[in-house]
């Protein structure tokens, strides 16, 4: 069974940092390539970032590069996303997704972000 499970939001003043992960099970992780996308309160999905299956390419939505960075370990079949310098528009549910063309075929339950003071 395919499961992805994040981990690591929560409560952050602006400016600050979080690390979000993704365990990825059922599946070969490095056969994937993987994606952060986040849902902020009242607005639809944004995709935010992806790395493809072997880790050498990666891609950022505009409003994040330089902030935040994507980087996966084959060996624990897990996802990361490093945040920095977050903003209050950064706060929302963020999902990482399985991308097996031409969709995201899987996604995890999701994990909180909030960035306020």
């Known amino acids: 069974e395919v499961q992805l499970v994040e981990s690591g939001g929560g409560l952050v003043q602006p400016g600050g940092s979080l690390r979000l992960s993704c365990e990825a099970s059922g599946f070969i992780f490095s056969s994937y390539s993987i994606a952060w996308v986040r849902q902020a309160p009242g607005k639809g999905l944004e995709w935010v970032s992806i790395i493809d299956s072997d880790g050498g390419s990666t891609g950022y939505v505009a409003s994040v590069k330089g902030r935040f960075t994507i980087s996966g370990d084959n060996a624990k079949n897990t996802l990361y996303l490093q945040m920095n310098t977050l903003k209050p528009e950064d706060t929302a549910v963020y999902y990482c997704?399985?991308?097996?063309?031409?969709?995201?075929?899987?996604w995890g339950q999701g994990t909180q972000v909030t960035v306020s003071s």
């Open positions: 997704a399985r991308y097996s063309l031409p969709e995201y075929d899987y």
